[in-house]
């Protein structure tokens, strides 16, 4: 089944263009509405297919179709678990496993979060494909929102980094943040010769991180951390820098396989609004057992 939205044409929006009322009334982006245009079933009004400037009469209902009858992604469906949390026409929320890869990529093309994504939509015969609205790191557990179709993707992404769209995640640092709450303000920008690590410097993208701690045990803590800005690998970088790195992170800190094998971050909670219909969405997931030992 196609995803599609239906628009009642009202008499003050009589003789205004198709393409118009889908971005005025429906919110589709110009670049969705190139990307359906040219389908046999992607623009209609009464069931019958009209182009971009049609000007629809009070009492028609104009209809635009969402889901796309190609996946365009290129992502090879292979099966492997999820762990859904939430899920309806538009988007699907899941709480994913440490050591899984979101995306696919060199060394990791068929065994990622997206490979099995569009296996299970192929086998529940979903006319979905995967768009990914955040990341996590592989080594990252925890919750993850992506949309079946691009006008839920546009929708979420311009959500990201608004109070919209709020990520809350859990952490087991090595050491106790002083004071116990507060806010690490601090740009961010690459180590020159790597190819992956971030570092604090002057130069760097703003970056803002809120951190509260909520236990300690054992030299560690266990800390509540906030986003304001979604530089790559920012809570690893500013925890490392006021000297609190991850415990397990290789990279920022250091590895310790018999502690935990991974560095212990976890996405704990998920705030946004749909896509669709506007209406606000929360979703926990608990802490692993292996960042749970740790404290």
Known sequence: MSRRLDYPVPPEDAGIKADTLLRRRLGLSG?????????????LADGR??????????GQVLSVR?????RRSGVVPAPGLLDIVYEDEDIIVLNKPAGLSVHPGPGHYSDTLG??????YESSGQEADFHPVHR????????????KHPHAQEVLKRQLHTPDFRREY????????EPPAGVIDAPIGPVEGSLMAQQVRPDGKPARTRYEVLKTASGRALVRLGLDTGRTHQIRVHLAHIGCPLAGDFLYGEEDPALI?????????????????GRALSFTAPLPQDMEKLV
Request: hydrophobic share 40%; with cysteine; proline share 4%.
């Open 31 to 43: 670049t969705v509405i190139r990307r359906i245009k040219w389908l046999e079933d992607g623009i």
């Open 49 to 58: 297919r009209v182009h971009t400037d049609y000007r629809l009469q009070a």
């Open 66 to 70: 969402l889901s796309e009858p190609e």
């Open 115 to 120: 490979n099995f994504l569009v296996h299970y």
């Open 136 to 147: 996590l790191d592989r080594g990252t557990s925890g919750l993850l929102v992506s949309a």
């Open 170 to 177: 859990l952490a087991v640092c090595v050491g106790v943040p």
């Open 261 to 277: 094998g991974r560095a212990a971050l976890h996405s704990a909670r998920l705030d946004f609004r749909h896509p669709i219909t």
